[in-house]
């Protein structure tokens, strides 16, 4: 038998047929643009390429690399000119930092942490593969969000059964501040996600001008994360 994975269990976060462009795609993408210019940007957990496309419609000069676990996420990733390498990790140990041999002006990690057992181990692993200026970009799920707050009156629980962490939008920043105690360039908010707001665009564009003025009801949380400098201070126990 071979080697149980957080897909055999049953795990629905990975959806090969979804491939348009969400509002956290877009907003992920804007700080990607932002923080790395034209240099490099490394995507963790590239999924289906949303980040590859937007990076692409939006005139990105420099060259992305990709990795995953997945090899139908890496194909689908990899299918964009500015894609220039690839990397296969691990399903059941993350391993980008013994995976990958260089280092990146931006990385990002989009709806990853989540999966993820030891996330401050985690985000340090991730944080050495960042050049000396570099910013890390993360987003993960905010479990406080509206549309989960009243779901959860109706039913046992909404995570995804791969989900292994989750952070309300306090907590997330006192995991990135105090715990961590990581230089936090700026924190961003997506969207208010609405029931059958893929399938109708203008319930999109609503949730959007939203979480401007709500950003603790936002999708996502999201942070750009300055990289860690020469004796900064860090967490004790990994």
Same mark, same amino acid.
Not at 78 to 85: F, H, L, T
Not at 133 to 142: E, K, Q
């Given at each position: 038998?071979?080697?149980?994975?957080?897909?055999?269990?049953?795990?629905?976060?990975?959806? #090969?047929?979804?491939?348009?462009?969400? =509002?956290?795609?877009?907003?992920?993408?804007?700080?990607?643009?932002?923080?790395?210019?034209?240099? /490099?940007?490394?995507?963790?957990?590239?999924?289906?390429?949303?980040?590859?496309? %937007?990076?692409?419609?939006?005139?990105? *000069?420099?060259?992305?690399? #990709? @990795?995953? @676990?997945?090899?139908?996420?890496?194909?689908?990733?990899?299918?964009?000119?500015?894609?220039? &390498?690839?990397?296969? !990790?691990?399903?059941?140990? %993350?391993?980008?930092?013994?995976?990958?041999?260089? *280092?990146?002006?931006?990385?990002?990690?989009?709806?990853? !942490?989540?999966?993820?057992?030891?996330?401050?181990?985690?985000?340090?692993?991730?944080?050495?593969?960042?050049?000396?200026?570099?910013?890390?970009?993360?987003?993960?799920?905010?479990? /406080?969000?509206?549309?989960?707050?009243? &779901?959860?009156?109706?039913?046992?629980?909404? @995570?995804?059964?791969?989900?292994?962490? $989750? +952070?309300? =939008?306090?907590? +997330?920043?006192?995991?990135?501040?105090?715990?961590? *105690?990581?230089? #936090?360039?700026?924190? @961003? /908010?997506?969207?208010?996600?609405? =029931?059958?707001?893929?399938?109708? =665009?203008? !319930?999109?564009?609503?949730?959007?001008?939203? $979480?401007?003025?709500?950003? +603790? +009801?936002?999708?996502?949380?999201?942070?750009?994360?300055? $990289?860690?400098?020469?004796?900064?201070?860090?967490?004790?126990?990994?």
């Amino acid at each position: 038998m071979g080697t149980k994975t957080y897909e055999a269990k049953g795990n629905r976060h990975l959806d #090969v047929e979804q491939v348009e462009l969400l =509002p956290y795609h877009k907003e992920v993408g804007k700080l990607a643009l932002k923080h790395a210019s034209n240099g /490099s940007v490394l995507d963790i957990g590239s999924g289906m390429g949303q980040l590859e496309l %937007f990076l692409s419609q939006n005139g990105f *000069k420099g060259e992305v690399h #990709v @990795a995953d @676990a997945y090899d139908v996420c890496i194909e689908a990733s990899s299918d964009y000119d500015i894609v220039k &390498g690839h990397y296969k !990790l691990s399903e059941t140990e %993350f391993n980008p930092h013994l995976a990958i041999d260089r *280092k990146f002006d931006v990385v990002v990690m989009s709806h990853v !942490l989540e999966h993820i057992h030891n996330p401050s181990r985690a985000l340090e692993n991730v944080l050495s593969l960042l050049n000396e200026d570099g910013v890390l970009i993360v987003a993960v799920p905010n479990p /406080s969000r509206p549309l989960v707050f009243f &779901g959860n009156i109706f039913k046992f629980h909404y @995570a995804n059964r791969g989900h292994v962490q $989750a +952070w309300d =939008p306090s907590h +997330w920043r006192i995991f990135l501040e105090q715990a961590m *105690k990581l230089n #936090v360039l700026e924190y @961003a /908010s997506d969207f208010i996600d609405f =029931p059958k707001h893929r399938k109708l =665009p203008l !319930l999109q564009k609503l949730g959007v001008l939203l $979480a401007k003025p709500f950003p +603790w +009801w936002s999708f996502s949380n999201i942070a750009a994360i300055q $990289a860690r400098k020469a004796g900064d201070e860090r967490i004790g126990l990994l």
